[in-house]
């Protein structure tokens, strides 16, 4: 994490997924590095921490570019091709648009965040579709010696839209999903460390 201006923060993050499927007759997981992620934020307003209020507040928007370095051909079993929303990576170069406000109580807190990316052809002339994410949690903010630790839950919404082969829709692609989320964010100066853990309640 980078504050090259006061009002302006610059994040690259590196995810590392596990993704476990369950079939009828079978079970097998994937796991390996994800898309890297570069995402500037312009700060629109922030209590600031000299503030004596017991109620903080702050307001983000920016943009961000996804770079296609997780992998998006691994396999089940059987040797097939998983399907792309399942896969650690995507192939797509990415861009996107978001924005964050959070609401703090003392040290208990409400962030809602709202996201749309778009992506480009990969090099197998797949095109994943649109993704627009709501998420609302509620966080625990716990400030240490040089550290912050902010373990959370809530409640994610996501929208697809189709993916594209060779410029055709694919039919079975596209929808929308809820999950349950729970996990723990640790700064360490400007360093940032995110573990995420989410299950799907509908589709």
Request: charged share 15%.
């Amino acid at each position: 994490m980078y504050f090259p201006h006061k009002r302006f923060q610059l994040l690259g993050s590196l995810p590392f997924s596990y993704h476990k499927r369950i079939e009828s007759q079978q079970s097998y997981a994937i796991y390996g590095p994800g898309d890297a992620q570069i995402q500037g934020s312009w700060i629109a307003f922030m209590t600031p921490d000299s503030s004596t209020s017991k109620w903080k507040h702050g307001l983000m928007t920016g943009l961000d570019l996804q770079l296609p370095l997780g992998n998006y051909r691994q396999r089940d079993p059987k040797g097939t091709v998983l399907p792309l929303g399942f896969q650690t990576g995507s192939g797509s170069w990415g861009a996107g648009a978001h924005i964050n406000y959070t609401l703090r109580y003392k040290k208990f807190g409400l962030n809602l965040d709202s996201r749309i990316r778009v992506f480009a052809q990969n090099e197998s002339s797949y095109r994943p579709g649109w993704r627009m994410s709501q998420q609302l949690q509620l966080f625990y903010w716990k400030q240490g010696n040089n550290v912050q630790w902010i373990p959370m839950g809530g409640l994610l919404l996501e929208h697809y839209g189709r993916d594209r082969s060779f410029d055709i829709p694919e039919a079975t692609t596209g929808g929308t999903m809820a999950k349950v989320s729970l996990g723990l964010d640790v700064y360490l100066n400007r360093w940032f460390i995110s573990g995420h853990w989410q299950q799907a309640v509908w589709q």
